[in-house]
C-alpha cells in the first residue's frame, strides 16, 4: 500500500475510533511501520477525529522527523512494542473508558488482565498483560514493554489505556476494540459468578486457528 493510502487509513480509522467515543479529546495515538524502517504517526495533540494526512508525522528509522507535525510523546511506548515484537506494523492506543477501568481493579492479574470470556477476544487479542503506571510519555513505560519480551501483542498501562499491536492496522484497530469489549463484559459481569471459556475450549481454539498465546488464560 502507498504512503498516501496508508495515511488516509490513519485518518479514517482514527476517525471510526473517535466519533464512537473509544478516545476522547486529543488523546490516543496511531502508529503505521514502513518499509524503509521509518514510522508515520499522528502527531502530539492531535484529535483522532480530526486527522489531516498531509500533517501526520513522518519519522524515519531513527526516529528523527523527516515531515509533518511534531510526533505524540508516547513514541517511547510504540518503538518499545515494535522493537519487541518484530511483526508488528500497526500500533493503536487509546484511552477507551472499560479497558481503562479494567486497568484499575484490584484483582487483575498482571500476566493476563482478562479471563477467556469470548472466543474473539483470545483470536483478535490474545491474553493481555498489564503494566504499571507511569506519567504519560514517560521514557520508563518503554523498559516495562521491554520486560513483557514481546510475547503480547496487546498491553493495559494502569490508569492510562491499552496498546495493541498488529500486522496490518485494520488487525490492530479490531483487536483494540475487542478489547474494549471484552474489558466492558467483564465489568459487567463482576461479582455475578459468570461461566467463562473452559481450559479445554481454550485448547480447542489455540489447537484451531493457530493461536500464540503469552499466558494460558484462567479463571479469576
Not at 135 to 144: I, Q
Request: aromatic share 6%; hydrophobic share 40%; proline share 7%.
Amino acid at each position: 500500500m502507498s504512503e498516501t493510502k496508508l495515511r488516509d487509513e490513519i485518518c479514517r480509522f482514527g476517525r471510526s475510533l473517535f466519533e464512537r467515543g473509544l478516545t476522547p479529546g486529543s488523546s490516543g495515538n496511531i502508529s503505521l511501520r514502513l518499509d524503509d524502517g521509518g514510522w508515520l504517526v499522528t502527531p502530539t495533540n492531535a484529535s483522532l477525529g480530526f486527522l489531516d494526512p498531509a500533517r501526520i508525522t513522518r519519522l524515519d528509522a531513527t526516529g528523527k522527523l523527516v515531515s509533518g507535525d511534531a510526533p505524540t510523546k508516547e513514541i517511547p511506548l510504540h518503538a518499545a512494542l515494535y522493537e519487541t515484537r518484530s511483526s508488528a506494523r500497526a500500533i493503536v492506543h487509546l484511552h477507551s473508558t472499560h479497558s481503562v477501568a479494567l486497568s484499575m481493579l484490584p484483582e487483575i492479574d498482571p500476566r493476563a488482565v482478562l479471563p477467556p470470556i469470548t472466543p474473539y477476544y483470545l483470536m483478535r487479542a490474545g491474553v493481555t498483560a498489564l503494566v504499571p503506571y507511569y506519567r504519560p510519555g514517560d521514557p520508563a513505560v518503554a523498559d516495562a514493554i521491554k520486560g513483557l519480551a514481546g510475547r503480547y501483542t496487546s498491553v493495559l498501562l494502569a490508569n492510562h489505556g491499552p496498546v495493541v499491536a498488529g500486522d496490518t492496522l485494520e488487525a490492530a484497530v479490531f483487536a483494540t476494540e475487542e478489547l474494549e469489549e471484552t474489558a466492558k463484559l467483564y465489568l459487567l459481569l463482576r461479582g455475578l459468578n459468570p461461566r467463562y471459556l473452559t481450559k479445554e475450549q481454550v485448547e480447542d481454539l489455540v489447537k484451531t486457528f493457530g493461536l500464540k498465546l503469552a499466558e494460558e488464560p484462567h479463571s479469576h
